[in-house]
């Protein structure tokens, strides 16, 4: 799976990585079929990560806010997104996007910017974005309707 938190991956790399996409849906589907039911249970790590990652996250409030994103020059308010934030958080002023503090950090209006205008404060490679090949524009700005 490639993980498109741009804070910490670089997608180009993550793009490279071999998927085995057909083997992993077939493996989902069979569980399906099977009707499995299977809840993993908590290790002792995975309750230090979630204490340590609510820890983070007190002392930096807006580490995954829309604080963080700034919109450079090349903007050219074509409104794309406006229309894929799921929370309807950015509203297009006279110039350009303005994010209204409501974000939930899914990077999607940074990840489907046409320009690549919109940045991260801190991220691994700021050229690098992703879409998902098997979704089009139109199904993303058609789910939020
Ligand atoms: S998607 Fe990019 S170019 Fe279009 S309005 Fe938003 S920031 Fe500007
Ligand atoms: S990151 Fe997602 S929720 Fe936040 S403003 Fe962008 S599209 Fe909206």
Known sequence: MIDNYLPIFNIEKQKMKKKNIEGN?????ND?????LYIRSETFSDSMWTKAIQYFYKINPNFNS????SVGIDCNQCGTCVKVC???NIKIDELKPVYG?????CLSCINLC???AI???K???????FMNENVTLKEIITAND
Not at 66 to 69: L, P, S, V
Not at 123 to 129: F, H, L, V
């Open 25 to 29: 849906l077939s493996r989902l589907l």
């Open 32 to 36: 399906v079929k099977q009707e499995k």
């Open 66 to 69: 829309d604080k963080e994103f």
């Open 86 to 88: 799921p929370r309807d």
């Open 101 to 105: 503090g409501n974000c939930e950090f």
């Open 114 to 116: 046409p320009q690549k």
């Open 119 to 121: 940045r991260l404060r």
């Open 123 to 129: 991220e691994s490679n700021p050229n690098a974005r």
